[in-house]
């Protein structure tokens, strides 16, 4: 089971990748009509939700800078970013950094009980599947973006 899950999440990831690559700056800004982030926000969420997920639980050994919650999480917005934000080629940079990080996993860590559970989510296994399940509608969200910033 955990090989499949990370099976899924490597899948996943890359065609996140995809998404984000060569995009330019209009695209990474603009926020299209119908849609509440950028493209630029929706890499840096789904970086930061996927270190909650995957290293947040039970250790807390998260990689990234407490202030990403802040810049990235829910409810977070462009429109209330400070100045320092990071540039979207360092976040995807990172996100290639974290996936060398969870690659490290021990697959017997992926069948552990967390001490609570967490979003349904009941092992560290049940987390990384929510983490690809995640960033995969993330996928959708960039690419329905694209095609309208593209026409």
């Known amino acids: 089971m955990s090989n499949l899950i990370m099976t899924q999440f490597n899948t996943t990831h890359s065609a996140f990748m995809g998404e984000i690559k060569d995009l330019d700056e209009k695209q990474l800004e603009t926020q299209p009509e119908g849609f509440n982030n950028t493209i630029h926000w929706h890499i840096g969420h789904v970086l930061t939700t996927n270190e909650q997920f995957l290293f947040g639980f039970p250790e ?36 290639t950094d974290q996936l060398k990080r969870i690659k490290q996993i021990p697959e017997e860590k992926l069948d552990e009980k967390l001490p609570k559970t967490v979003l349904g989510a009941q092992t560290y296994g049940e987390l990384a599947a929510l983490a690809a399940f995640h960033e995969g509608n993330h996928v959708g969200r960039i690419n329905a973006m694209k095609k309208i910033l593209n026409k």
């Open 60 to 95: 807390n050994t998260e990689h990234l800078p407490e202030r990403y919650k802040d810049l990235f999480g829910y409810g977070s917005k462009p429109a209330d970013w400070p100045e320092d934000v990071p540039s979207a080629d360092e976040l995807a940079g990172q996100l």
